[in-house]
Each structure stands twice: as C-alpha cells, then as structure tokens.
T-cell receptor, first 117, second 112 residues
Framework: DAGITQSPRYKITETGRQVTLMCHQT?????MFWYRQDLGHGLRLIYY???????DKGEVPDGYVVSRSKTENFPLTLESATRSQTSVYFC????????????????FGPGTRLTVT | GQNIDQPTEMTATEGAIVQINCTYQ??????LFWYQQHAGEAPTFLSY????GLEEKGRFSSFLSRSKGYSYLLLKELQMKDSASYLC?????????????FGAGTRLAVHP
C-alpha cells in the first residue's frame, strides 16, 4: 500500500524556470491538496481539488498552476520559479467519512523541498 | 479575519504531562484538528474535535471549547519520540468550500 507519494523529494532550480512537482495517491480519495510550509507561517493552502477535473484556488495560488486529469494524480507547476517560492511543498488527500460525513483528516505525502536560486 | 495562535516552543520531561494550547478566531467553524510533525517529515493526524469536550485516544487527548475559541492537546506519559511539532488546524467553511487553516505549530522538546 504505497499511500501518497511525491516526486522529486528534493529539487534545486533557477529563477525563471518551470518546475513541476508530482503527487500520486493510491486510495482513490476524491480530495487532494497542495500546501507550502515556511518557517513561521505554518502550512498554507495553494490549490485544492474536489475530484478529477475540479480544481480551485487556496490562500496563496499566485505563480502556481494545477491540473487533475486522473483521480490519483495532482501535479503542481511553478510556471516561472521565483526565490520566494523556495519552500517545502506537501501534497495531501482526504475522503469525507464519519459523523455526518464531516470527519476527513488529511493524509500528507513526504514533501518536496524546493530551492530556487 | 482568520487567526490561529499556539506557543512557538515548549519543553517537558520524559514521563510528564504537557498541555499545548491553541486559540482561534475564524468564521464558519467546522472542526478542529491536531497533527504531529517530526522534523523533516510529513504531518500525521492525531485528533479531531467538532463538539465541545474532551476526546481521548491513548496517551493523547484533545479538548475543544467553541464558545471560547480554544483547544488544547494533552500528552501524557511523555516519551522521547514525542519530540515533534504539533499543529493546530481549524476547518472553516468559507468561499464555498471547507478549508483547513493551520497554526504555525508548537515545537515540543522532551528531555530525559
């Protein structure tokens, strides 16, 4: 049971380059999320997806693009990387369950540490 | 606005009890989560509260008071492996969807 995986785990890129971070989950969860984690800010939501072909912006979407053609994959693309996008990126997935369908803890991937020089 | 506050750092002794507090201000409150995150690793789910009161799960308990905008995570019989960051997250229904808003986390160091 692979769960949720991210690739690459580490990436160094230059300012202005396009970078794609991959996320894959094997649970067929309907919801998927992309967060970035920076010191002092906690986790901030970049984009989320409620199902294949349904995506929407989170708190900090500028400079990022997502797609979700298949339920199991949710790639995040930095169209033109900037130094401010240096961060640790976490992908997560979830499925509503439990009391009134409200409980849905998110399961996080191992993260991608991205450095933009 | 939406705001979550928790202490930045705490220290405790192995075998002791520690309480990590979280206060929040948010609209559309729809539940509160606690996650544990070891250094360099992904957050993992610990607990969920949507109604007032205490939820107990082994050595970990979580309490919620919605009227006070307050929660705490209680860790008993501390072990060295409990050294980690603890993230408080509030689920808020806003802008047409349920979103999780995370606090910056509390870094707990457990000493022998």
């Amino acid at each position: 049971d692979a769960g949720i995986t991210q690739s690459p785990r580490y990436k160094i890129t230059e300012t202005g380059r396009q970078v794609t971070l991959m996320c894959h989950q094997t649970w067929s969860h309907s919801y998927m999320f992309w967060y970035r984690q920076d010191l002092g800010h906690g986790l901030r939501l970049i984009y989320y997806s409620a199902a294949a072909d349904i995506t929407d912006k989170g708190e900090v979407p500028d400079g990022y693009v997502v797609s979700r053609s298949k339920t199991e994959n949710f790639p995040l693309t930095l169209e033109s990387a900037t130094r401010s996008q240096t961060s640790v990126y976490f992908c997560a997935s979830s499925e509503p369950r439990g009391r009134q369908g409200l409980t849905y803890e998110q399961y996080f991937g191992p993260g991608t540490r991205l450095t933009v020089t | 606005g939406q705001n979550i506050d928790q202490p930045t750092e705490m220290t405790a002794t192995e075998g002791a009890i520690v309480q990590i507090n979280c206060t929040y201000q948010t609209s559309g409150f729809n539940g509160l989560f606690w996650y544990q995150q070891h250094a360099g690793e992904a957050p993992t789910f610990l607990s969920y509260n949507v109604l007032d009161g205490l939820e107990e799960k082994g050595r970990f308990s979580s309490f919620l008071s919605r009227s006070k905008g307050y929660s705490y995570l209680l860790l008993k019989e501390l072990q060295m492996k409990d050294s980690a960051s603890y993230l408080c997250a509030v689920r808020s229904f806003s802008g047409g969807y349920n979103k999780l808003i995370f606090g910056a986390g509390t870094r707990l160091a457990v000493h022998p």
